[in-house]
């Protein structure tokens, strides 16, 4: 399994973009209790992921854009908001995990369990990279109980998030406009 950081390290050295800011805060409110991960787009080139039957392609990175990474108590999974400029959802990229880490640095890491859940505002829904989960297990990098775990967790986000869309983008965006308003003042994280 991958670790992975929240402050998305390797996405910036990958796809050229410059100068993310990432906040990490814990939220305990009515609707969320959890890690909520900020990363605000400062600069960089857009990037398209293409070839969704209803949404067509859509975009991922970018200058202007926001990435909105919840970590809810008790679940095993991730679940990024990619927020464009105008702040509407483009896209929802889950992926399963199998626990939360912190790197010295204090950045919050995941530990990935490559089944993924990606998902539109236009009622796309895609359950991605099956072949990695399988294979990882063929090759006993998992237990018969994580690949099970990964798949139970996989239909339960299937299930809270797809079967209604539009109430999860409500939900989104009311975190998005919570986490806003407690980041005004923070300082962020640097990117390394």
Request: aromatic share 12%.
């Amino acid at each position: 399994m991958k670790r992975k950081r929240l402050d998305r390290d390797v996405w910036w050295e990958h796809n050229k973009v410059k100068f993310p800011r990432y906040y990490q805060l814990r939220i305990d409110t009515e609707d969320f209790n959890g890690l909520v991960c900020l990363l605000q787009l400062i600069d960089g080139q857009p990037y398209y992921w293409e070839g969704f039957p209803h949404a067509g392609k859509v975009a991922v990175i970018g200058k202007g854009m926001s990435w909105l990474q919840l970590i809810p108590d008790g679940k095993k999974h991730v679940m990024t908001a990619k927020y464009l400029p105008d702040n509407t959802v483009s896209i929802w990229y889950v992926d399963i995990i199998e626990k939360i880490e912190y790197d010295d640095d204090g950045v919050a890491v995941f530990i990935d369990k490559y089944l993924d859940v990606v998902f539109t505002p236009q009622g796309d829904v895609v359950v991605a990279d099956r072949d990695e989960l399988d294979e990882a297990f063929q090759a006993g990098e998992l237990s018969k109980e994580q690949y099970d775990l990964a798949l139970e967790e996989c239909d339960l986000i299937v299930e809270e998030y797809c079967s209604d869309i539009a109430q999860t983008e409500v939900f989104c965006n009311k975190m998005l406009s919570y986490v806003n308003d407690k980041v005004k003042d923070m300082n962020a994280l640097p990117v390394k």
